[in-house]
């Protein structure tokens, strides 16, 4: 009886140490293809050919060029749909991507036209953007009020910083950058009586909403 249990637990052994080293396998082929796949370091990106910016990888190139304090139109905050985030990629970059190429005319793809919310930024590159996103500014506004106007349009009214003005013209844009707040839930927003009936209509009250970046 000890001889089968002996022999029953060198089993029992050898698939733990069997198990273990698959799960070791896999593990060492993940690293390599996250290596492969997702590049660290930094590289070079050169802007309009006079301004030059070490960045890290990673990131799509809209989110790199806002954190160097270039700031593309973008108004649907990256998502790929609005098609306003454009610039020229004159190196780097690859091919254009399936979800970019709507967004453009075969010319423009031709003349190296890509969206930068689209587009991973691994290795050095060249790119021509708007001379006037350098004017762009970003602030950190005081919440003034924020009240509706209809059911579900809110007139939204911030404090610039001391000592800013804000000289905006029609047909100029202004996008707003909400910080994380995690979860909130839409039973705790305000609304004015006037509009409740259409937000208990539409059950508006059990929604939730998260913002996690």
């Avoid at 089968?4 to 089993?11: E, K, N, V």
């Avoid at 030059?52 to 990131?59: A, H, I, R, T």
């Avoid at 509706?148 to 007139?155: G, L």
Wanted: hydrophobic share 40%; aromatic share 8%.
């Amino acid at each position: 009886m000890s001889v089968l249990l002996s022999a029953g637990g060198l089993t029992i052994w050898a698939s733990v140490i069997v198990f273990l080293l698959v799960i070791l396998v896999l593990v060492v082929i993940i690293l390599v293809a996250k290596a492969k796949l997702m590049p660290t370091g930094n590289v070079k990106i050169i802007v309009n050919e006079e301004k030059e910016l070490e960045v890290p990888m990673g990131n799509t190139l809209l989110t790199t060029l806002q954190s160097q304090d270039i700031y593309l139109s973008s108004a649907c905050g990256g998502g790929g749909t609005c098609g306003q985030c454009r610039c020229r990629v004159l190196e780097g970059g690859g091919e254009i991507l399936p979800t970019e190429k709507g967004h453009f005319s075969r010319k423009e793809q031709l003349n190296n036209w890509r969206l930068s919310c689209q587009l991973k930024v691994k290795e050095d590159m060249k790119i021509i953007v708007p001379e006037e996103v350098f004017g762009i500014k970003e602030w950190e506004c005081e919440v003034v009020s924020n009240r509706n106007v209809a059911s579900f349009i809110k007139e939204f009214v911030v404090k610039l910083p001391e000592g800013e003005k804000l000289d905006f013209k029609p047909g100029s844009y202004i996008q707003i950058r909400v910080p994380k707040y995690g979860q909130i839930k839409y039973s705790d927003f305000i609304i004015e009586e006037e509009y409740k009936a259409e937000w208990d209509k539409l059950k508006m009250w059990d929604l939730v909403a998260r913002n996690d970046e």
